[in-house]
């Protein structure tokens, strides 16, 4: 998935301006990627807009200017998309852990 890019950040009165559609759209968006399991537990499955959505709220909530600090919350919510190699990778609900004899 593509990473979000510094030049998709609007500055923070920008984003203020335009806010309540950008956060229309994305909370549209994240209802069909949340997946309830039971009534204590929820996943929220993260694409491109999501992570812009929480960038931008970030930066308005702390009114970043610097651009290290931008830099810095592109770098750690754009984690939360992966990598292409790590999407692709096959996953399992068998454990790999090793047991004992006594165990059950």
């Known amino acids: 998935?593509?990473?979000v890019r510094r030049e998709e950040i609007l500055d923070y009165v920008t984003y203020g301006e335009r806010r309540d559609g950008i956060r229309a759209d994305v909370m549209?968006?994240?209802r069909p990627r949340r997946i309830h399991v039971g009534s204590e537990?929820?996943?929220l499955f993260e694409n491109h807009d999501t992570v812009r959505y929480?960038?931008?709220e970030m930066v308005r909530a702390e009114q970043m200017v610097k651009e290290a600090d931008i830099q810095h919350e592109l770098e750690t919510?754009?984690?939360l998309l992966g990598t292409r190699a790590a999407s692709a990778a096959p996953s399992s609900s068998r454990s790999t852990t090793p047991r004992c004899g006594t165990c059950a």
Request: aromatic fraction near 14%.
């Open 41 to 43: 537990l929820t996943f």
């Open 1 to 3: 998935m593509a990473k």
């Open 54 to 56: 929480q960038i931008l």
């Open 28 to 30: 549209a968006q994240k």
């Open 77 to 79: 919510y754009n984690e």
